[in-house]
């Protein structure tokens, strides 16, 4: 009896291929020089501070079309040192084609246009986004974090080939969409850029499987002098971040402060302690007429609530949980950049 159940659990981890008890995240991107800190971030965590484990990376199109974010996510596994984690290509456009060309905010390269070859890179998997979210949701069962720092497309898709694929997900976090007010009056990119996904994932979307990261959260709370980038955060000597600086050259030349939303919303997940206040709202994005791709949102109590929303988040903490990271580099302890 006992020996026939330690063959099941021995061919089932055999089957599943991971004995590995830590949570897993899919980092769905549209990289983007903000994505890239996001993805370094989510991988030195893994590797020197035991954090989850990133089992893949998808992509769509955003900061700048879908061949190059994959490139440029080729890249970033690259000087990470970690080829082995898969690369699965999604949307190329919106689901509907409302597609809102992207102003190339971090250069027409998504990367700071440095010029910089980058050569050797690991060819992406022949399987869709999608089909791949589908696949790792059923692997890792109620183990899975899926984060999106891009459009919503590659998740709404998935939600609608497959009802189920929400239930199965330890966690989805949305990097998208504001809490609007008198200074967060426009619509934020990732929203408004497929605002028909936006929809879709919130229309589904229930408060214990859903925390959505407002670019408004991150404004308010998580904004930091440019001095400090350059300087302080950019100034640690490690390839990593001399790679970072580049990918962040075209954008940081129109900016006074630095306050990015990617890699709040990657933080954030890795150390959910960094989040001072959750709370429950009703949530929605308005497609028509001249308010199209802003956010809909009431706070109410979580049993009338679609999704959580992180509302408060910790200024200090989350400047030092970058530092103590981003120290880091893909092949040693800490600072080894030599030229
Ligand atoms: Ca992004």
Redesign the pocket.
Known sequence: MFKSIFVCVFVFLCVSGDTDPRPKIIID????G??AM?VFIALLYEQHLSGPKIVALTTGA??TDEDNVCRNNQWLLKLAGREDIPIYRGARKSLVNTFVKSKYYYGVDGMGDSGEKIVDLVAPQNKSAVTALIEYSKLYEGELIIVT??TLTNVATAMIVDPDFLGRLKQLHI?AGHIHSEIHSGAEF?ARTDAEAYHVVVQNANPDKVTIFPFSQVKDYLKYTKEWRTDVLGGMKTNIMHYQNKFEKVSMSKENVWEK??PAVVALTLRPDLVEEYRYAKNDIILCGEERGMNTNQFVAKEDANVRVAYALRHEEYQQFLLDVLKHDANSAVNNRTV
């Open positions: 991107n549209d990289a983007g903000d994505d996001a955003g900061n720092i891009g990097g990732n939303l990617d």
